[in-house]
């Protein structure tokens, strides 16, 4: 596996775990996040988008897809943005950028290994 696909194995394996969190226990997830508890479903719509994310990466990486790492890439660094955005807006706190910032660090991780294949 190159180090490209390595990188997004790795981010397949932090959604599985976001996605289980999401599904399994919504409020653990949220409150560390100091978002507030809900009995609503929508949490874990999104723990099972989370999973099917994760699916996709990890078959991606499998597989070796170059060019789904590097779509990755720039649809991470959007997410840091959007995150950063919702906080600067006064949606969430200030450690939704934390979150954010593991999906930068992960297309900067991507970025790097795609550089150094070339």
Do not use: C, H
């Amino acid at each position: 596996m190159k180090k490209s696909s390595t990188s997004i194995f790795v981010f397949g394996l932090y959604l599985v775990g976001m996605g289980l969190g999401l599904v399994a226990t919504p409020n653990v997830v949220l409150g560390t996040f100091g978002l507030p508890a809900t009995n609503e479903v929508w949490v874990r719509v999104v723990g099972v988008l989370a999973l099917v994310l994760a699916y996709y990466y990890i078959s991606a990486a499998r597989a070796d897809l170059k060019t789904f790492a590097q779509w990755t890439v720039t649809a991470r660094i959007g997410v840091f943005i959007a995150f950063t955005v919702f906080v600067l807006m006064k949606f969430v706190g200030p450690v939704m950028i934390l979150l954010g910032s593991v999906d930068l660090l992960g297309a900067l991780w991507t970025g790097w290994a795609l550089r150094a294949e070339k």
